[in-house]
């Protein structure tokens, strides 16, 4: 299993365990007669409310020759996503998710930051060996 599969499926495990309900695996996403594929797709009822909060999860692990090349990618796919989700399940709202050391080692980083506030992306920090959820950070 390749490094990419075992960080989707720690963070499948992780959603799962913090109660949420994995509900596709892609997901699955049309825009424009062209099919998008996100990661993950999942649920999570807040039983309160009475009322669910659905989210859409892109994974990354930034660990290609080329982090500004990879960063630039991410970004235009998230948009294509946006843009599809918005069409098609405006409810759902879209994460990109890092593990913690992802987040350290590259999202304190000037760049990382502008692309992240100015493209107001969510993001989703979690420790794949703990499987574990750290911050819900929302823009």
């Not at 299993?1 to 992780?14: I, Q, V, Y």
């Not at 999202?107 to 574990?132: G, H, M, T, W």
Request: net charge negative.
């Amino acid at each position: 299993m390749s490094r990419r599969d075992d960080l989707h499926f720690a963070l499948r495990r992780t959603l799962e365990k913090d109660g949420w309900i994995i509900t596709d695996d892609p997901l699955i996403l049309v825009l424009e007669k062209t099919l998008l594929k996100a990661d993950l797709g999942a649920e999570k009822f807040f039983t309160a409310e009475k009322a669910g909060r659905k989210i859409a999860v892109e994974v990354k692990d930034f660990d290609s020759a080329s982090v500004i090349s990879e960063l630039e990618k991410t970004m235009g796919q998230l948009q294509l996503y946006q843009w599809a989700l918005e069409e098609q399940e405006p409810e759902r709202r879209l994460f990109l998710a890092v593990s913690q050391d992802i987040y350290i080692r590259h999202f304190q980083k000037p760049i990382f930051q502008l692309a992240v506030q100015r493209n107001k992306i969510n993001l989703l920090v979690y420790d794949p060996n703990q499987e574990a959820i750290l911050q819900w950070i929302s823009h």
